[in-house]
């Protein structure tokens, strides 16, 4: 169940981001804000320097395709100072393009290229954007929920290995 988070640590980014800051939720006991896209950069270097979120523990994205905002982005941050965690979503519409948050923790390097191989999310200003998990020439992006993997499993096996099905 989500309940609107009002704490000190809310109240310091609402001061810094205001209208950046779409949301401020607990569920399940994690703290999360939902940012604008637009500021993600400026809140995650704020976070790591300021509020002393120094690791970039996980970067991930959840495939909503009913919603105009098709993507979140979902960045979990730690903080070894003060022991705690905060999550970032980011929403993001189907065409839309994240800044890359490589230059403020290096861990998103391959975070962001996993979440491109996956979900097809373009990281505007990342060193390296290409795929990590899959081969160059695969096409698509097997976690969108709308990909059809059996299709593409069996094209590919084909072409790649000259069988009928990798199944």
Sequence with gaps: MQIPLANE?????RERFGAAILDALED????????????LGEIAR??????????????????WPR????F?????????????RLRLKIPLAASEQATSLVDIW?????LEREIFDMFGIVFR???????????????GHPLRKD????????TWVRENLGIESGQ
């Design 106 to 110: 290096p861990t998103a390097n391959w």
């Design 28 to 39: 399940r006991k994690q703290h999360y804000l939902v940012i604008d896209a637009a500021q």
């Design 9 to 13: 640590l809310t109240r310091r980014y």
């Design 72 to 84: 979140d982005l979902v960045a979990i941050l730690y903080s070894f100072p003060h022991n705690t």
């Design 67 to 70: 919603r105009e905002k098709r």
């Design 147 to 154: 990909y059809d993997i059996l299709q593409q499993d069996t």
């Design 125 to 139: 200003g990342h060193p390296d954007l290409k795929r990590i998990l899959l081969p160059d020439d695969w096409q």
């Design 46 to 63: 704020y976070s790591r320097d300021e509020e002393k979120f120094d690791l970039l523990e996980d970067y991930t994205a959840v495939d």
